[in-house]
């Protein structure tokens, strides 16, 4: 299955790639960072390196295929809000939650203050039950739309 993601088609059967490297593209040009893959047990998806190699930020990057209206609240499990949650407590630097949906590119940056609310949910689109779990949904009135 193809997917429009800002005028991009994207292969739905390989997202994570394909997505991520666009996202990280964009993050990469708008604000001269560098970011670099964590491992998998890191629960997120990069960190960003400034040019004198300063970690500066993490980040997730999230792709839904519809557009950013048709949801008042995107999800996350609450698994991955706990791992930005943990390292933005840990090393004091910030974290962001980006989700590129079809029609735009939008971010929030963890603020522990912020009211998320837990939730029992996920996606159905697989059929697979390991994909229904607590999740944590953030009101899309924190994020900012992401302008390159």
């Given at each position: ?15 994570f ?26 629960h ?15 980040g ?14 995107p ?9 930005i ?26 603020n ?37």
């Amino acid at each position: 299955m193809i997917a429009p993601i800002n005028d991009k088609y994207i292969n739905v059967e390989k997202p994570f790639l394909e997505v991520e490297r666009l996202v990280c593209d964009k993050i990469e040009k708008k604000y001269g960072l560098t970011l670099k893959k964590l491992k998998m047990n890191y629960h997120l998806d990069f960190a960003a390196i400034d040019n004198q190699g300063e970690l500066r930020c993490f980040g997730e990057i999230k792709c839904k295929y519809f557009k950013s209206t048709k949801f008042d609240e995107p999800f996350v499990s609450a698994w991955k809000y706990l791992g930005i949650k943990e390292m933005h407590e840990t090393f004091n630097l910030p974290v962001f939650l980006y989700i590129q949906f079809t029609d735009a590119l939008y971010y929030w940056r963890f603020n522990d203050s912020d009211k998320i609310r837990l939730g029992w949910g996920g996606r159905t689109d697989r059929n697979k039950s390991e994909d229904i779990e607590p999740m944590c949904y953030i009101p899309l009135r924190y994020f900012e739309r992401f302008e390159e």
